[in-house]
């Protein structure tokens, strides 16, 4: 009997663990993300304004499979791949060689467009998601049409790569959603998924 006792208190102890998670309370809280420091992709937007003297051009452009962006004067300038910055100052470079004198180039990312994340799991949308500067783990969850019943809410596991290294923090997200922990700022290619509660 005394055993029988023993088993059943050691039962409902792993039970109530299983039911009831310990979330963790160390995890990134801020996650600088310089846009201007992202590669660009298909599907980003740009604007572009050249200044020369008292004129000046513009232009919008949609990043295609090409990867090119076409500029007055000195024709096609790869952006694919590259930094908002190093395409300003390959465009700033090729103008001055032989065609405007000392113009000021901007060039801004209008939309970020080729960035996204993964999520699994126990939500009701699975799949790829475009990533936005300032996106959080709610954001994530939230678009993803939320948890299923069955999701295990406060261990939601986020696998992000670092300087080539996979890092997974475990999130406890609805005890965010209840003001009760900070939020998980998210970063371009993180992987989101969800578990299944096993109770």
Not at 22 to 51: E, I
């Amino acid at each position: 009997m005394r055993c029988f006792l023993i088993v059943l208190i050691a039962l409902g102890g792993a039970l109530w663990c299983a039911c009831h998670d310990d979330p963790p309370v160390v995890y990134p809280t801020v996650a600088k993300v310089d846009q201007d420091q992202l590669p660009l992709g298909s599907g980003d937007k740009l604007n572009l304004t050249v200044f020369y003297g008292a004129k000046s051009i513009s232009a919008q452009y949609t990043l295609d499979s090409s990867g090119k962006i076409s500029v007055q004067f000195i024709g096609d300038v790869v952006a694919v791949g590259k930094t908002v910055g190093a395409v300003r100052e390959e465009i700033a470079k090729r103008l001055q060689d032989g065609y405007l004198n000392e113009p000021i180039v901007s060039l801004t990312i209008a939309e970020l467009n080729s960035l996204t994340l993964s999520v699994a799991g126990m939500v009701l949308k699975s799949g790829n998601m475009k990533y936005t500067p300032g996106m959080t783990i709610v954001d994530v969850i939230a678009q993803s049409g939320g948890f299923t019943p069955m999701a295990r809410k406060n261990m939601v596991k986020v696998t992000r790569t670092i300087a080539g290294a996979k890092q997974t923090y475990k999130l406890p997200v609805e005890r965010m959603l209840e003001g009760d922990r900070p939020n998980f700022p998210m970063m371009p290619g993180d992987d989101v998924f969800v578990p299944e509660r096993p109770w």
